[in-house]
């Protein structure tokens, strides 16, 4: 038995004012996009690579 890892990107946004990061999920829960901690309209988009390893059967 061998793990196989599995390469997950996440889309995340980080907003220019208060910096917090938001996943896309979270953003796309809202009317429009803002951050849900201050709602200011102007967010990054970031990257993150997750490596995730799942069991082979
Ligand atoms: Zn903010």
Request: proline content about 2%; some cysteine; aromatic content about 8%.
């Amino acid at each position: 038995m061998k793990n196989i890892r599995v390469y997950t990107t996440d889309i995340s946004f980080r907003c220019l004012k208060c910096g917090k990061v938001s996943t896309a999920r979270e953003i796309s829960e809202m009317s429009y996009l803002q951050c849900p901690e201050c709602g200011f309209n102007i967010l990054e988009k970031v990257r993150r690579e997750k490596v995730k390893e799942v069991l082979a059967r």
